[in-house]
């Protein structure tokens, strides 16, 4: 069946650090692909989306390509940023858009 | 202020006795979903819901029930609850968009609600 599979956490990074959470993904078609973030004590928020493959999804400093060779979603920032401390999920839609996978989620502190 | 919202945000119970935590949400949406987060596994779906009193079994449905009688509203149920679902329960609704192939759009979550069965 469809499912994701991504980096184990946590993951500490100085202020001002590159970020990688690496995301792969197996599904039948083609499925949508989310990183989702979760603040403390909160509910998930979308951070960016890719519906089609070498569609690159980005928002507020992050970036992800959707690449259907090999199968990945790769989350990325070039600066990280104290506030950036969250946990993130990366996650697919089936085809059908009606059934939701999550990866495990990564925990992300970033330091001064 | 478009939202998701749901309640209790916190409850305490014990096995066998029914309860149900309800959703609902402010953004005409048709889809709406429910999902578990348990450390180490992620957010495992539920149940979820296309439209009005169409709904659909998740990857994790056993132990749990849903209604979709009207659109805003999503309670979960849980008839006879025990203690391996003692969790923190989220509910999302979402616009259905077709494009091609796919048919998909963005969540939004609830805050979520802290489950513990003693």
């Known amino acids: 069946g469809d499912s994701v599979t991504q980096m184990e956490g946590p993951v500490t990074l100085s202020e001002e650090a590159f970020l990688t959470i690496n995301c792969t993904y197996t599904?039948?078609?083609?499925?949508?692909l989310f990183w989702y973030v979760q603040y403390p004590g909160e509910g998930l928020q979308l951070l960016l989306k890719?519906?089609?493959?070498?569609d690159k999804g980005s928002n507020k400093g992050f970036e992800a390509t959707y690449r259907k060779e090999t199968t990945s979603f790769h989350l990325e920032k070039g600066s990280v940023q104290v506030s950036d401390s969250a946990v993130y999920f990366c996650a697919l839609s089936s085809p059908r858009g009606n059934q939701f996978y999550f990866g495990t989620g990564t925990s992300l502190t970033v330091i001064p | 202020e478009a939202q998701v919202t749901q309640n209790p945000r916190y409850l305490i119970t014990v096995t066998g006795k029914k309860l149900t935590v309800t959703c609902s949400q402010n953004?005409?949406?048709?889809?709406m979903s429910w999902y578990r987060q348990d450390p180490g596994l992620g957010l495992r779906q539920i149940y979820y819901s296309m439209n009005v009193e169409v709904t659909d079994k998740g990857d994790v449905p056993e132990g749990y029930k849903v209604s979709r009688k009207e659109k805003r509203n999503f309670p979960l149920i849980l008839e006879s609850p025990s203690p391996n679902q003692t969790s923190l329960y989220f509910c999302a609704s979402g616009k259905r968009v077709l494009a091609g192939e796919t048919s998909t759009d963005t969540q939004y979550f609830g805050p979520g609600t802290r489950l513990t069965v003693l």
């Open positions: 599904a039948t078609g083609y499925p949508s």
């Open positions: 953004m005409n949406h048709e889809y």
């Open positions: 890719a519906t089609k493959a070498d």
